[in-house]
């Protein structure tokens, strides 16, 4: 083997050192949305993203740029991004293409507040865009839900129902499951320990006087050994049923019914969604963030 042969075998068997690794500069408060979208791409790969992903997110985020300019990160508003939503419609932007990109921007704007913590509140947080073809959960209305509580008051055992799923937000399996040592009632406050293996589900949550005057005469009267409520899921849909009926409300009633009607009439009162999704026992995913926007767009709808 000649020298030009072992030059040639070595400039073919050794690869070039990979390149180094160019991580962008973090956002910072008062930059605008143009000097982040590097940051928010590389942040997009690090999730495994494709390209195309990649390319679509930044996409709808330059174009959300172009309505806001230069603008400062923190002084967006809910304000400014409910005009970039309207100026959407004014435009006639085919209605998937409106629904992806204020998902893409409720994406970005909890990327800078949750992940890179530059914002001190998620402006996006109550952005929402009804798509076509979303199917929301049925809600009682405010006059039959006010009715509905009132009838369940004429016997302990029913408005403790009803406060548990209204009220606090339990699941159909977390009622039937609750037992006595679940509540712990003190001197100055009362507290219902929902214990779950699942930690966002596992949850502790205050409960009012009216409920603990209702719970002591229920305790008192049934005498339950263990369970709070020793009832099948068809006797319980039996009651919740019947209490439809004597509140004079003609579609069904369910504990399904009653969480989604009790969630949307706290964020119409003004409570967060964030505080929403910890009262409900859901973890922060898309699929429960699909939930609580369903809930939003109710109470947008109810206002």
């Known amino acids: 083997m000649n020298s030009n042969q072992i030059t040639l075998f070595s400039e073919l068997g050794e690869p070039p050192p990979p390149a180094p690794l160019h991580i962008p500069k973090a956002p910072t408060p008062e930059v605008s949305i143009y000097s982040t979208i590097e940051a928010y791409a590389f942040f997009l790969r690090g999730k495994q993203s494709s390209q195309h992903t990649v390319d679509a997110y930044t996409g709808d985020i330059e174009y959300l740029q172009s309505y806001l300019g230069d603008k400062p990160l923190d002084t967006i508003s809910l304000q400014d991004l409910r005009g970039f ?17 204020i998902a893409s921007v409720k994406n970005y704007f909890s990327w800078l507040y949750y992940v890179e913590r530059v914002l001190s509140f998620n402006p996006a947080e109550l952005l929402i865009c009804d798509r076509p073809g979303l199917k929301l959960p049925y ?52 507290t219902l320990y929902v ?14 006087g009216d409920f603990v005057a209702a719970y002591r005469q229920y305790i008192e009267r049934e005498k339950p050994d263990d369970l709070l409520f020793p009832y099948t899921e068809r006797n319980l849909n039996f009651i919740l049923k019947s209490l439809g009926k004597s509140a004079n409300i003609s579609s069904s009633v369910s504990c399904q019914v009653l969480r989604d009607t009790g969630a949307v009439r706290r964020i119409k009162s003004g409570e967060s969604p964030e505080t929403v999704l910890k009262r409900l026992g859901l973890a922060p995913s898309e699929v429960c963030r699909e939930a609580l926007n369903k809930y939003m767009i109710l109470a947008k709808k109810a206002i």
């Open 85 to 101: 939503h309207s100026m959407m419609i004014a435009k006639r932007i085919n209605a998937s293409t409106m629904h992806r990109r």
């Open 139 to 190: 809600i009682l209305t405010d006059d039959e839900s006010d009715r509905l509580v009132q009838s369940s008051t004429r016997d302990p055992r029913n408005y403790v129902l009803v406060l548990l799923l209204f009220n606090i937000g339990l699941k159909r399996q977390e009622l039937i499951t609750l037992k006595k040592e679940d509540i712990v009632i003190e001197a100055f406050k009362a």
């Open 195 to 208: 214990r779950s293996d699942n930690p966002y589900k596992n949850r502790p949550l205050l409960l009012s």
